[in-house]
């Protein structure tokens, strides 16, 4: 059984930092979806122009005793029944200031129904700015390391972030993954201090389109580098959103360096023009 590379104290720098190599963020693994959701198949069933099968046809009704009509028992019915939810509708309006005639438009055919939230177009970020722990950094592209984790920005720019470039645009529908180092030898980088960060707080994304991204964070999470929920990080497709990443935890040295990966979880609230 491999014996657990046996923590560093004292003073002394992590070797991996000495060696100058980046931190480690764990990658999706292959088949992982990332970009834009693959079109909807049809939902098996019977086809839309297929005849349905022939139904019995009904009994004749009996006739009416002669010399007296029958009621149109029916149409009255359905009368007096919209007639009574007219009158609900207007009473619930009036009682809630709900515009009725807004709330039944359906508009243009081709207009797309009203969501909850934002959705912007794809469009690459430039600046990430966190006013909480007083963050004001560029953003450069990140792909694939040769280990296939997720790439992370030079040493020598450790001060700047990196949008994964394997996802979506902060905006877009999905997860958009932003990382960055935590320290180096020199000292703290632009995500030392991710894990204060606090629900409710923002994060704001300028864009390449001059449009900027607000997100909301929901929570600040620590994983395990080996048990991160991938599914959950990289595959949550629900609405627009954004992944904050760095590693942090205990020092294990080897091949892991810092045991966990800190995760900010946030959810696209509104947007402005820069």
Known sequence: MARRPTPVTGPRMPASVLRKQPAQIVAPPPGTITGPLPPTPPAPGRHP??????????????????????WPVGPIVLALVFFGLFLVAMGIGAATSIDLPRLFDRGSAGEPPPRSFPVLDPSRPERLTIPSIKVEAPILDVGLAADGSVGVPPLKRHNEAGWFDGGPTPGQFGPALIVGHADTRTGPSVF?????????????????????AIFEINSVEHFDKGKLPIQRVYG?????????????????GGDTGYQDNIVVFASLVRTRDS
Do not use: N
């Open 236 to 252: 949550d497709y629900s609405r627009p959103s954004l992944r904050l990443m760095t590693c942090g935890g205990d020092w294990i």
């Open 49 to 70: 122009f297929r005849a349905p099968h022939p139904r019995p046809k009904p009994k004749d009704p009996p006739r009416p005793a002669r010399g007296k009509k029958p």
């Open 192 to 212: 030392h201090d991710l894990p204060k960060l606090k629900p409710g707080q923002r994060i704001e994304v300028l864009r390449a389109d001059h449009s900027v």
